[in-house]
């Protein structure tokens, strides 16, 4: 640790903290990593890759939590360039993956040792200016908004962290009722066009879908997200208010801003993909949303898990509960 950061006193629980926390957790991961003989005892070292592969879930919060409170700062740089470093790690793990399952256990070392490199590179950037940064720009209230959102998706450590600073209780985001200040919005969004639900009603119904639904508005801010019980790709409550360009991986982000400015002109209606995702084939679809008037309102993305779908085939009219 840096001696910037022996002068700071952060609470535990303090998102910052927990960063720091699981450095000391990826440098003992690593040390004992770069010393494991693969060939004598392949099993230690699968555990501890699948161990540091964790890092993912640190990349995530700082993408969905971190991120977005630093842009609301004016600072982008972390979303536009510490994104891509995530992203050339996420790839070398990859690769590592498909070397174990090759039996290449030379090139796994090798590209393992590559890996734990580049981590080492980004823990370093993080301390001496990511995090220092951070603490000056962000206020309590801030990291206090931050930590309530972590535990949507979590940490490499054992130990869930304390709360920050230390509440009775975790209030769920979808339980949050505090209206964002920063983010304005319609003072009609309670209302619909046909039937009538509660708010609870409408909750369990976004929630129940076996689809990922995120609305940006017109302005290319995230407004909305449904909570469904499991998500094709993480969101967390630091999204909402945010520009959709700072949501997206940066290799992805031209397409994305391309498909906006075709909606918004109206030269298009509808964009799909499919890919390949943890083993899954993934649906992706964006929708223009237009008023009555045809006026421009935004963009729906809307993901689904296909796998199993595209395994029907002929008809089925019983019902085969087991």
Known sequence: MTSEFQNKKLEKGHPIQNYLDETLLIHSITDDLIHVDINNDFQKFYNLFNQLATIEKRFERKENQLFPFLE???????????????????????????????????SAKHNTELAIQNINRLLEVEEIVLFL????????????????????????????????????EYIHPSQDTERRTEVVFDEKAAHYDEGYMTVEQANLLFKTLP???????????????????????????????????????????????????????????????????????????????RNSEKEYKGVIEMSQDITDIKQVDGEKRLLEWK
């Not at 206020?139 to 130990?159: F, Q, V, Y």
């Not at 639904?213 to 409550?237: C, H, M, Q, W």
């Not at 290799?251 to 918004?264: G, N, P, Q, W, Y």
């Open 133 to 168: 940064n951070a603490l000056e720009i962000l206020s309590d209230d801030d990291w206090k908004l931050m930590r309530r959102g972590e535990d949507e998706i979590g940490w490499m450590l054992a130990d869930v962290p304390p709360n920050y600073p230390n509440e009775p």
């Open 211 to 289: 689809i990922d639904l995120t609305y940006v508005d017109e302005n290319d801010k995230v407004i909305f997200y449904n909570r469904g019980e499991e998500r094709v790709f993480p969101r967390s409550a630091g999204i909402i208010g945010r520009e959709v360009r700072f949501c997206h991986p940066p290799k992805s982000v031209d397409t994305v801003l391309k498909i906006l400015e075709a909606f918004r002109k109206g030269e298009q209606n509808e964009a799909s993909f499919w890919i390949n995702y943890k083993d899954r084939l993934i649906y992706i679809r964006y929708f223009a949303v």
């Open 72 to 106: 609301q700062k004016d600072w982008t740089g972390p979303s536009r360039n510490m994104w891509s470093f995530h992203d050339i790690i996420r790839q070398i793990f990859r690769i590592v993956r498909q070397n174990i399952e090759d039996k290449n256990l030379i």
